[in-house]
């Protein structure tokens, strides 16, 4: 029973475009959300995160999304760039250390 | 600052044999975890260790997995006997716990392993 679904196993835009990944949850636990980026042959790293008492967290061109009501978030990056491209996942954790993953969303921006 | 470290970056072994990964997390941080990424479970949680202790386990998938944690600075995985379907990327995180799991949990850059 996946708690977090990331329903887009792909995404391509253009450059200079918007690029919009969705995130899905079950567990209306989960208290906070966080995004990962992971570049080929290489671990995750962290993007940007949200607390469930906020709708919106902004850290330049990366923008998160909450809605509580729907359980669901999404991510906005604009302007795209290539460097962006790479494999996004979306977590969610509650009360405990235990953080949940989505299966990812693999970013490509066309130059 | 070295992030986290793991040994090797690539394992191929054949069924049966003994495997240990190994992971080395970052300087000061007092909490570690060990996943594991496949195509169809995604990123998944093994176990977990707060101040070199288990706190849980539960995701490891069978008794022929086992983790310890002599100390701050390193953690290894160990499979025996292992199975084809063991084969995955195997990543350690860290992070320094402070008010639960908001901290944000460091990655390294994986194993991955085969089993032939």
């Known amino acids: 029973d996946q708690q977090v679904k990331q329903n887009s196993p792909s995404l391509s835009v253009q450059e200079g475009r918007i690029s919009i990944l969705n995130c899905d949850y079950t567990n209306s636990m989960f208290d906070y959300f966080l995004w990962y980026k992971k570049y080929p042959a290489e671990g995750p790293t962290f993007l940007i995160s949200?607390?469930?008492?906020?709708d919106k967290n902004e850290d330049g061109r990366f923008t998160v999304f909450l809605n509580k009501s729907a359980k669901h978030l999404s991510l906005h990056i604009v302007p795209s760039q290539p460097g962006d491209s790479a494999v996004y996942f979306c977590?969610?954790?509650?009360?405990?250390?235990?953080?949940?993953f989505g299966k990812g969303t693999l970013l490509t921006v066309n130059p | 600052d070295a992030g986290v470290i793991q040994s090797p970056r690539h394992e191929v072994t054949e069924m049966g044999q003994e495997v240990t990964l190994r992971c080395k997390p970052i300087?000061?941080?007092?909490?570690l975890f060990w996943y594991r990424q496949t195509m169809m479970r995604g990123l998944e949680l093994l176990i977990y260790f707060n101040n070199n202790v288990p706190i849980d386990d539960s995701g490891m998938p069978e008794d022929r997995f086992s983790a310890k944690m002599p100390n701050a600075s390193f953690s290894t995985l160990k499979i025996q006997p292992s199975e084809p379907r063991d084969s995955a990327v195997y990543f350690c995180?860290?992070?320094?716990?402070?008010?639960?799991?908001?901290?944000?949990?460091?990655f390294g850059p994986g194993t991955r392993l085969t089993v032939l």
């Open positions: 949200i607390s469930s008492i906020k």
């Open positions: 995180a860290s992070r320094h716990t402070t008010s639960g799991f908001t901290d944000t949990q460091y």
């Open positions: 977590a969610a954790g509650g009360s405990n250390y235990k953080l949940t």
């Open positions: 300087s000061g941080h007092n909490s």
